[in-house]
Structure formats: C-alpha cells, structure tokens
C-alpha cells in the first residue's frame, strides 16, 4: 500500500525524535540531530570540521518519496535534485518500517517494503 507523502513525514518526524544521531547508510557517516520542526530536520555531519548545520526540508523527503513510489527502487544517482542531502535523507526514509535501505558494490538503494 503507498502512503501519501504527509502520512510519510508524519513518520519521519517520529522516527527522528526518537534520535540522537542517524548514520549513512553506505559509508556510516553520523548526522547529529540537531533540531526537530514540522518542516524541516536540522542536522551536523561528524565530517563537518566548522560544525556546519544543514537543513533537510519537507520538501527534500517529498521529492525523494515521489521518485521511490515511481520507481519502486532507486539509487543516489536516482535522485540529484538534492545533491549534498540525498544520502542522509535516504538514511532517514530507511528508517521507515516499509522502506528498505541497503549498500550495493558501494552505493545505496532503496525499496518500497511489500
């Protein structure tokens, strides 16, 4: 069955406020959360040596989910419209119990859950 996307961050929400820290998948980077609103997921990468924050916004999930709903799997090259976000925010959509995450020769995929 697939989910609207406002069910979907409904989700994501939830899943990320029960985090301190969320990993990538492929390469194991830790995101530190940072901050929780209805819009967007703040986040700090281990690798950021100036403690950079990035902001993943609503809309960088939808544009994910959309593709992911098309397509049913997919890979970072998939999703370019986020360059700079795309493997975090696929960590994140990983999380959910009908989306599934896994490294393949070194790059992600992810796949509805039947």
């Known amino acids: 069955m ?3 996307f ?3 961050w409904f989700d994501i ?3 990320v406020r029960g985090r301190e820290k969320i990993s990538t998948i492929c390469r194991g980077i830790k995101n530190i959360i940072v901050k ?3 819009e967007e997921i703040i986040i700090r990468s281990e690798l950021s ?3 950079t924050l990035r902001k993943l916004r609503k809309e ?3 544009y ?3 593709k992911l709903v098309k397509q049913g799997v997919y ?3 998939d999703v370019r419209g986020i360059i700079g976000k795309r493997a975090i925010v696929c960590a994140i959509l990983s999380l959910l119990n009908y989306v599934e995450g896994n490294c393949v020769n070194g790059r992600v995929n992810l796949r509805l859950r039947e």
């Open 6 to 8: 406002e069910e979907v």
């Open 36 to 38: 929780v609103t209805p």
């Open 64 to 66: 994910v989910w959309e």
């Open 13 to 15: 929400l939830k899943v």
């Open 75 to 77: 890979g970072l090259d």
């Open 60 to 62: 960088d999930f939808e």
């Open 2 to 4: 697939v989910r609207n």
């Open 49 to 51: 040596k100036k403690g």
